[in-house]
């Protein structure tokens, strides 16, 4: 068995990793001064961005909610792996051989890299099937739906055979044992012993936000299969449905720059949009769209104003519409403003391209209607508006919808549409919005009551909780300087400042650790922020995260060496005012006062020197 990795190669790896991009593929970041990104947090819930990357000392920090560390750190938290395996998989990544303690290079053979590992040797055996005579059922079945052979690679689509255990013997041969490829979700365990989970079936790879295949889904192919249509991956320690989304592997990087994502209902609905042009669709898998989908397509898509889109496309059935309903439950949670695009005659995506060709998919795209329009339909027909009682049961329904709105702007337009609906005059109207959403208000204030929890005792020290004085706010300064642009400041004034004391605590015990740390040894400065003792650490976190108030890199480093000098001219000022009142207390011609003025001479040459340097 190996030993632990070798500290050289840990460091190297890190060094070699870029975190940005790494971050970058689960949450959307955007430039957030000099030299650093920031985005949503992928750590709790919010609005606004308050999570910040530092790409060139590969360290992040949530402002929000305190969670830092460096690309190992991001790792083990998101994808739940231990410290190896979070060092293997950034090995793989950047090609680098890692060596081990007992001195040879050893395999993955932990726990979660075995179930990627294991699902990856699948998706590969199922594609090869795809080519089996066998496997006719399954070509002509995604042949007769508009998909070539080309779009099967593109996407993965595989096939798993009839029979027994042929994906089983299949990995046994690979080394996989039973144990792990049930924990994969890849086999069953039943009476009979152990036998394949997917048979007879078109098998589509479901693939985490980095491109890691973590389950499947399988459609029924065969009359005397007796399982449901579509058959998924159970609940595994990589696959949890409620979070994942078919397709965002492919669609994310469109997604983040376009702000934009297509809800649709499943995988070929997901292949025909993105052969359409329509590159940003995405999919459950085996669940109804939900909060937790919501909340990773918003980092994705850095979710944090009104001017981004998500489109929801749904039959018009009664089940579409449920869905409708669902999704408009949720659609609070988006920043962004949400459509629903509904195709005529009944078509999902994947009819209507084949029906109508690529040019239909992304026209029904650009006729999307607002979900607040489709919802308020939906409340109104069920009422009766020839009929006085009529409109006013349909106002009492659909008053709370548009109270609901949360852009001030778009409100009164609803108004004037709902008042065109019901054949209402707009006060009578705009009246009901304003009594529905005043119940609103103070529903939403007795739950935050009943729910209140007693706010927890502060202990940390942030950037915000600092006094506003001219001392502190130079201290502060330097220390993001030291943290950030330390390497860029003349090394005999950084060195200096280094060592000159702060007046703030909570920074002095910053600048101590900093102080402390070997200024030799790569990566330095997330060293001296991780040795920094508490309640303080945030603090430095902070520091070493939040932008740098330049506008260039090169105006940043210009900023850093000013206040480093700033911080050694007080320092020279407040021992000039000490020996000032020294200077007051002995006799003038004393051996004494000549010290003293030869020092304040030295003190004087030292500022000038500081100040025109």
Same mark, same amino acid.
């Given at each position: 068995m190996a030993g632990r990795i070798r500290q050289a190669d840990v460091d190297e790896v890190k060094a070699r990793v870029n975190i940005a991009d790494v971050i970058g593929e689960r949450v959307a970041l955007k430039p957030a001064g000099v030299g650093s990104m920031k985005g949503l947090c992928p750590?709790?819930?919010?609005?606004?961005?308050?999570?910040?990357?530092?790409?060139?000392?590969?360290?992040?920090?949530?402002?929000?909610?305190?969670?830092?560390?460096?690309?190992?750190?991001?790792?083990?938290?998101?994808?739940?792996?231990?410290?190896?395996?979070?060092?293997?998989?950034?090995?793989?990544?950047?090609?680098?051989?890692?060596?081990?303690?007992?001195?040879?290079?050893?395999?993955?053979?932990?726990?979660?890299?075995?179930?990627?590992?294991?699902?990856?040797?699948?998706?590969?055996?199922?594609?090869?099937?795809?080519?089996?005579?066998?496997?006719?059922?399954?070509?002509?079945?995604?042949?007769?739906r508009g998909f070539d052979a080309g779009a099967a690679a593109h996407f993965g689509v595989g096939y798993a055979p009839k029979g027994w255990s042929h994906l089983l013997d299949h990995l046994s041969a690979q080394k996989f044992t039973r144990d792990e490829l049930l924990q994969a979700g890849l086999v069953s365990q039943g009476q009979r012993g152990v036998y394949d989970r997917f048979r007879g079936r078109l098998v589509w790879p479901i693939r985490d936000i980095t491109g890691q295949v973590i389950g499947f889904g399988a459609r029924k192919l065969y009359d005397d299969d007796q399982g449901p249509k579509y058959l998924n991956t159970p609940e595994t320690p990589l696959y949890k449905k409620t979070q994942v989304l078919y397709g965002l592997d492919l669609a994310k990087r469109d997604i983040s720059r376009s702000h934009r994502v297509v809800v649709v209902e499943g995988y070929t609905d997901v292949m025909a949009c993105h052969l359409a042009g329509?590159?940003?669709?995405?999919?459950?898998?085996?669940?109804?769209?939900?909060?937790?989908?919501?909340?990773?397509?918003?980092?994705?898509?850095?979710?944090?104003?009104?001017?981004? &889109?998500?489109?929801?496309?749904? !039959?018009?059935?009664?089940?579409?519409?449920?869905? @409708?309903? *669902? %999704?408009?439950? /949720?659609? #609070?949670?988006?920043?962004?403003?949400?459509?629903?695009?509904?195709?005529? &005659?009944?078509?999902?995506?994947? !009819?209507?391209?084949?029906?109508?060709?690529?040019? @239909?998919? *992304? %026209?029904?795209? /650009?006729? #999307?209607?607002?979900?607040f329009e489709f919802v308020i339909?939906?409340?109104?027909?069920?009422?009766?508006?020839?009929?006085?009682?009529?409109?006013?049961g349909a106002l009492h329904a659909a008053a709370p919808i548009v109270a609901d709105i949360r852009d001030p702007a778009l409100r009164p337009g609803y108004v004037r549409v709902l008042a065109r609906r019901l054949g209402l005059d707009i006060p009578e109207v705009q009246s009901a919005v304003e009594r529905a959403a005043?119940?609103?208000?103070?529903?939403?204030?007795?739950?935050?009551?009943?729910?209140?929890?007693?706010?927890?005792?502060?202990?940390?020290?942030?950037?915000?909780?600092?006094?506003?004085?001219?001392?502190?706010?130079?201290?502060r300064g330097a220390m993001m300087a030291f943290l950030q642009y330390g390497h860029r400041i003349d090394p005999d004034i950084f060195l200096r400042a280094l060592q000159t004391p702060f007046g703030h605590p909570a920074l002095e015990a910053v600048r101590s650790a900093l102080a402390s740390t070997d200024l030799s040894q790569a990566g330095w400065a997330v060293t001296a922020v991780e040795s920094v003792r508490e309640p303080f650490r945030s603090l430095a976190a902070e520091l070493l995260t939040a932008e740098f108030p330049a506008r260039t890199e090169e105006g940043a480093v210009a900023s850093a060496n000013d206040l480093a000098r700033g911080l050694l001219v007080r320092e020279l000022q407040r021992e000039k005012d000490e020996l000032l009142r020294g200077i007051q207390r002995v006799p003038a011609d004393s051996e004494e006062g000549r010290r003293l003025r030869l020092r304040l001479r030295e003190l004087d040459a030292d500022r000038q020197r500081l100040v025109v340097s």
């Open positions: 750590f709790h819930d919010e609005r606004s961005p308050s999570f910040n990357v530092r790409p060139q000392v590969g360290y992040y920090h949530c402002f929000g909610c305190g969670e830092s560390g460096d690309v190992y750190s991001f790792l083990r938290a998101m994808d739940h792996v231990s410290f190896t395996e979070a060092v293997e998989r950034m090995a793989a990544r950047v090609g680098y051989t890692l060596h081990y303690e007992d001195g040879g290079a050893a395999p993955e053979t932990s726990g979660r890299s075995r179930l990627y590992a294991a699902n990856a040797a699948a998706a590969e055996y199922f594609r090869a099937q795809l080519m089996s005579p066998e496997a006719e059922t399954g070509r002509r079945f995604l042949g007769d329509v590159t940003t669709a995405i999919a459950s898998c085996g669940t109804a769209f939900g909060s937790d989908h919501i909340t990773v397509l918003r980092r994705v898509m850095g979710d944090d104003s009104a001017s981004g &889109e998500v489109v929801f496309t749904f !039959d018009p059935d009664a089940a579409g519409q449920k869905a @409708a309903l *669902r %999704a408009f439950a /949720d659609e #609070k949670r988006f920043a962004a403003q949400t459509y629903v695009a509904v195709a005529p &005659e009944g078509l999902d995506p994947c !009819d209507l391209r084949l029906q109508r060709g690529d040019g @239909a998919v *992304r %026209a029904l795209m /650009d006729a #999307k209607a607002p979900m339909d939906q409340r109104l027909k069920d009422f009766n508006l020839s009929s006085v009682e009529g409109r006013a005043r119940g609103a208000d103070r529903a939403e204030k007795r739950d935050a009551q009943r729910t209140a929890e007693p706010a927890p005792i502060a202990v940390s020290v942030t950037m915000a909780s600092l006094p506003h004085t001219r001392d502190v706010a130079l201290e």
